[in-house]
């Protein structure tokens, strides 16, 4: 029986949620609260496995499908492993990447269709979709820009795809929030690192504050 609270961070390459992600788990911590920070496709070993597979600069004949259910295992195994135990325990989870990661890239921009990928999601999910979600919004062009500059950051697979494609994850990201409108934050992600952060701690300090935590 779910108790925690499940928060996602969404958006296109490079719009800084990795970097935000961190600096929140250590400014919650620095407040009192327990938070589990963790990553998608990956967080546990089968999982970083199949991450391994899927970006894979080498990998180059994968069928779409297949790179669809390969998300949605490495999903299942995370969710069964770390993200529903913790949930269970009454924990705080935020998560670098999830179900609207699939629909975005697998759904929308390589046209597998949104509904379809949701639909063997919730197969991987069982009913799981996040509390809350944080969306990084800025331009892809940027985006690609900011990893490209970061040359500590291994280029993958999914980044050597053309701008267009970053720009219909883009446009699969619009349609899913206008979907479920009610469990999205949409943060401007084209400022600094510290205005970023102020803004998504203040939203994510009042989510808690709403679960009554
Ligand atoms: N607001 C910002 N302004 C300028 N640079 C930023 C900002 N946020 C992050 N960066 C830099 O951009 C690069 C990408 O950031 P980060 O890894 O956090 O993005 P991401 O959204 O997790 O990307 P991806 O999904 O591609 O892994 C890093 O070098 C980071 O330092
Ligand atoms: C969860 C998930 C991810 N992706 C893509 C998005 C990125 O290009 C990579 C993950 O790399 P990151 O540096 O950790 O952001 O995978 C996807 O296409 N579908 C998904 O479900």
């Given at each position: 029986m779910k108790r925690g609270?499940?928060?996602?961070?969404?958006?296109?390459?490079?719009?800084?949620?990795?970097?935000?992600?961190?600096?929140?788990?250590?400014?919650?911590?620095?407040?009192?609260?327990?938070v589990l920070l963790t990553r998608e496709p990956g967080g546990v070993p089968i999982a970083e496995q199949i991450r391994e597979v899927i970006l894979n600069k080498e990998n180059t004949a994968m069928d779409p499908r297949t790179e669809a259910l390969l998300y949605?295992?490495?999903?299942?195994?995370?969710?069964v492993e770390v993200v529903m135990p913790e949930l269970d325990?009454?924990?705080?989870?935020?998560c670098d990447r999830f179900i609207d990661s699939s629909l975005a890239y697998q759904g929308h921009a390589r046209g597998l269709d949104i509904e379809e990928v949701y639909s063997i999601n919730k197969f991987a999910i069982g009913g799981m979709m996040p509390d809350a979600t944080f969306f990084f919004d800025i331009d892809p062009g940027e985006g690609l820009r900011r990893i490209q500059s970061n040359g500590e950051r291994e280029v993958n697979r999914l980044d050597l795809e053309a701008l267009d494609f970053h720009k219909k994850v883009c446009e699969g990201y619009q349609l899913i929030m206008n979907r479920?409108?009610?469990?999205?934050?949409?943060?401007?992600?084209?400022?600094?690192?510290?205005?970023?952060?102020?803004?998504?701690?203040?939203?994510?300090?009042?989510?808690?504050?709403?679960?009554?935590?």
């Open positions: 609270i499940f928060i996602t961070m969404e958006g296109p390459e490079g719009a800084g949620k990795t970097t935000i992600t961190h600096m929140l788990g250590k400014a919650l911590q620095e407040e009192g609260y327990q949605a295992a490495a999903r299942r195994q995370h969710l325990r009454g924990g705080i989870v935020l479920w409108q009610d469990r999205f934050i949409i943060v401007d992600a084209g400022r600094t690192i510290e205005e970023v952060f102020e803004e998504t701690k203040a939203g994510l300090l009042n989510l808690l504050k709403e679960s009554g935590r």
